[in-house]
């Protein structure tokens, strides 16, 4: 006796199955220039590598024979496969079938991915678009009541955010249920053009009183710049490229730590250039990203956040091999002051590093808290507070190069003080509780006043100054522990991730990312 009459019938419902909406859903997705989710699924993951479960699950009608005599699979895709020769899981919503709406789903799949992910200690990659197993007024129809909101599994949601590394990928429009599962992840990713999140859709809206396009509400343009979406790609194929760049940075679970990778660039280099990067007159910007990708391998630097928080840049990438977590103040913008969403976007970035053993190096120019009256609008000293316990909580090995400004409780957070100052500055280092170009008119208010010649008086005070501010009259007190020369940055920067990286130790963390 043979079960291959069995095994048939299990073939046919697969192809089913792989017809997922039907031909004109498959032919409307492709004329909105996106791929349908088995596509996706093919082109992000190694050939041949996905494990589908669950495929042949979904809604079926039966003749009175018991034939099929009608089958729409469940609107979810899960299963595991291989990025770069490494395991990972991936679940997907099909928007070809109602939208991905809940009405569809089985929502055992979705929750499936995540407890999978957790418990195997692999990472996730979620594909969204629709609502992402959120409701649909279409579902009355076939329930005949309404319900009491919980969002299942949401458990495993929460836990995977200390626990796996978890990229979401939105790919379409991302409402409700699908929005909250994007930024509740490490790294959320949007594409231009095709892509846009929102709590509720253009219709929900305008009954608000909002005529807005699908664009408008919740593009790309307001996404890159509120902190909600990580990195702004302008195709599906570099939304890939990109999931594939920062797992390669990251373990498979806090359980293991990230692994160097081969050494391909002179850990001995010296760029010339670096000797006059930091021009002479403090109130002139620099471009901090060409000095970041000077001092990491192969000028390999993948920025996190780009258009949000803009006075401080964060980022990936390897020195000496090493995957590390990278901080700079940018001063084209506040010449590099903590705002209130930079100092978030210090937090959560410090978290993500934390999380996954990604040694810190913090290329230092922070002038201080930006202040006035936007400012403590924006309870900015509340969220820099919040940005310095991150720093003080941290554990991972942390290197800070004082390239220029370090002033005020901002500046402060430069590092954890309590901890091995593994600190280096450079010349152009310039320090104190406040820069001296605001505070000689308060501080000798009286004198000025009183001076026949105030300008000639201001002039005296501020060349005394000068020499004063000078970083060798620190170090004379071992307060700047070491001044170096510039162009030896990266060969001491390859000496602290070779001392420090074997120290780590894998394992959970008493907290996880806060989303």
């Not at 031909?23 to 494990?51: A, V």
């Not at 590394?165 to 790919?171: K, S």
């Not at 901080?327 to 590099?336: I, R």
Request: hydrophobic content about 35%.
């Amino acid at each position: 006796m043979s079960w291959k009459k069995e095994i048939e019938e299990l073939r046919k419902r697969e192809k089913l199955a792989e017809g997922m909406g039907g031909p004109e859903k498959l032919k409307k997705q492709k004329e909105n220039k996106k791929l349908n989710i088995r596509q996706r699924i093919k082109k992000l993951l190694d050939k041949d590598s996905f494990h589908e479960i669950g495929k042949i699950a979904g809604n079926t009608e039966y003749k009175s024979n018991g034939d099929i005599k009608n089958f729409i699979p469940a609107n979810f895709i899960v299963g595991r496969g291989k990025i770069n020769e490494r395991y990972v899981v991936i679940g997907g919503d099909d928007f070809t079938v109602r939208g991905g709406a809940a009405d569809a789903s089985i929502k055992e799949k979705q929750i499936m991915a995540e407890q999978m992910a957790n418990e195997l200690r692999l990472p996730l990659i979620r594909i969204i678009e629709g609502t992402g197993g959120g409701g649909s007024v279409k579902s009355l129809d076939k329930d005949s009541r309404t319900y009491i909101p919980a969002n299942p599994g949401w458990e495993w949601v929460v836990s995977n955010l200390s626990t796996v590394p978890v990229i979401a990928l939105g790919l379409g429009p991302v409402a409700g249920l699908g929005a909250a599962r994007m930024v509740t992840s490490h790294f959320s990713i949007m594409v231009e053009n095709i892509s846009q999140l929102f709590v509720a859709g253009p219709p929900v809206v305008k009954r608000v009183g909002e005529d807005l396009t699908k664009e408008e509400l919740g593009g790309t343009e307001i996404h890159s710049k509120n902190g909600s979406v990580d990195i702004i790609v302008k195709s599906e194929d570099e939304a890939f490229r990109v999931t594939k760049k920062i797992l390669s940075f990251l373990p498979s679970s806090v359980y293991d730590l990230p692994k160097r990778g081969k050494i391909t660039d002179d850990p001995n280099r010296k760029d010339e250039w670096l000797i006059k990067a930091i021009p002479k007159d403090r109130r002139k910007p620099y471009n901090a990203r060409n000095i970041i990708n000077t001092l990491v391998d192969n000028n390999d630097f993948l920025e996190i956040g780009k258009n949000y928080g803009r006075s401080v840049i964060t980022g990936l990438s390897r020195v000496d091999g090493w995957p590390v977590a990278i901080l700079a103040g940018d001063p084209f913008f506040y010449g590099g002051g903590w705002t209130a969403d930079s100092s978030n976007k210090v937090t959560r970035f410090i978290d993500i590093a934390e999380t996954f053993q990604l040694p810190v190096i913090n290329l230092v120019d922070n002038p201080g808290f930006l202040i006035g009256l936007q400012s403590e609008k924006q309870a900015t000293i509340r969220h820099g507070a919040r940005a310095l316990a991150a720093v003080y909580q941290a554990t991972v090995p942390w290197c800070s190069v004082i390239l220029r400004k370090v002033f005020g409780v901002a500046g402060a957070a430069h590092m954890n003080a309590s901890r091995y100052h593994y600190r280096f500055a450079w010349p152009s280092g310039d320090w104190g509780s406040l820069p001296v170009e605001g505070g000689i008119e308060a501080a000798y208010k009286s004198d000025l006043e009183k001076s026949k010649n105030p300008e000639l008086l201001m002039k005296e005070i501020e060349e005394k100054m000068e020499k004063v501010r000078s970083p060798f009259r620190t170090a004379e007190s071992f307060i700047a522990e070491e001044i170096i020369d510039p162009r030896d940055t990266r060969k001491l920067l390859c000496e602290f991730v070779n001392i420090c990286s074997p120290l780590r130790k894998p394992g959970k963390k008493k907290f996880g990312l806060r989303p």
